[in-house]
């Protein structure tokens, strides 16, 4: 189907959102460990605000370098618990979104967005404490032509990402996990989030022993 120069994929599957409050008790580093050091985005894609954390499903969006006219019609096809993930070239003259479609993503239920490009009104998105990851910050607004494609598969961070994949993001960067090793990864996890846990008591000893 496309609307008016955008093209969009027939409607895909979303993960229950009970799975996905299983991950948000998760770090990044531990997902990722957990899933052998694999699906994790490039550094260089980062919070815009200290502290934003995020897990969604992912609702892809790829747009022309510059131009965001995708990224709104995106809007039109979030379902509560989506996480937009935008392919936008990583192009640092242009902000693909700021606090408005910020505001709207959430309105919508959007969980966050992770865009590989630049954004604007980082201030204000931590006013609203919407999380977004991004390349980086330019006052400079994008243009609104298209063309583009929501609910494709896109490479974002040199991760190919797929429709209802699940995403999560913190200060640390993002990962993506795909739905069918979801149990997998938080059977690893957990057995990480143990031993990390053990290795702590064994410091916590050893203060206690220097302090005595």
């Given at each position: 189907?496309?609307?008016?120069?955008?093209?969009?994929?027939?409607?895909?599957?979303?993960?229950?959102?009970?799975?996905?409050?299983?991950?948000?008790?998760?770090?990044?580093?531990?997902?990722?460990?957990?899933?052998?050091?694999?699906?994790?985005?490039?550094?260089?894609?980062v919070p815009v605000w200290t502290g934003?954390?995020?897990?969604?499903?992912?609702?892809?969006?790829?747009?022309?370098?510059?131009?965001?006219?995708?990224?709104?019609?995106?809007?039109?096809?979030?379902?509560?618990?989506?996480?937009?993930?935008?392919?936008a070239f990583g192009h640092d003259g242009?902000?693909?979104?700021?606090?408005?479609?910020?505001?709207?993503?959430?309105?919508?239920?959007?969980?966050?967005?992770?865009?590989?490009?630049?954004?604007?009104?980082?201030?204000?998105?931590?006013?609203?404490?919407?999380?977004?990851?991004?390349?980086?910050?330019?006052?400079?607004?994008?243009?609104?032509?298209?063309?583009?494609?929501?609910?494709?598969?896109?490479?974002?961070?040199?991760?190919?990402?797929?429709?209802?994949?699940?995403?999560?993001?913190?200060?640390?960067?993002?990962?993506?996990?795909?739905?069918?090793?979801?149990?997998?990864?938080?059977?690893?996890?957990?057995?990480?989030?143990?031993?990390?846990?053990?290795?702590?008591?064994?410091?916590?000893?050893?203060?206690?022993?220097?302090?005595?």
């Amino acid at each position: 189907m496309t609307e008016d120069n955008v093209r969009v994929q027939p409607e895909w599957n979303r993960v229950d959102q009970k799975l996905l409050d299983r991950f948000r008790a998760h770090s990044v580093a531990n997902l990722g460990d957990a899933l052998d050091r694999l699906n994790i985005v490039d550094g260089g894609i980062v919070p815009v605000w200290t502290g934003a954390r995020a897990v969604g499903t992912a609702l892809p969006v790829l747009s022309v370098a510059g131009d965001n006219k995708a990224v709104i019609a995106a809007l039109g096809h979030i379902r509560p618990g989506d996480l937009l993930v935008i392919n936008a070239f990583g192009h640092d003259g242009r902000a693909i979104m700021g606090d408005n479609l910020a505001q709207r993503f959430a309105v919508h239920g959007a969980t966050g967005a992770v865009v590989d490009g630049y954004v604007r009104d980082a201030a204000i998105i931590e006013e609203l404490a919407f999380p977004v990851f991004a390349r980086g910050l330019t006052p400079a607004g994008p243009f609104k032509n298209g063309p583009g494609t929501i609910g494709e598969a896109v490479a974002v961070g040199g991760v190919v990402v797929h429709p209802g994949d699940i995403v999560a993001a913190d200060g640390d960067g993002v990962i993506v996990i795909p739905p069918h090793r979801a149990e997998e990864a938080l059977e690893a996890v957990e057995a990480i989030v143990a031993r990390e846990a053990a290795l702590d008591a064994e410091v916590e000893a050893l203060r206690a022993e220097a302090a005595r």
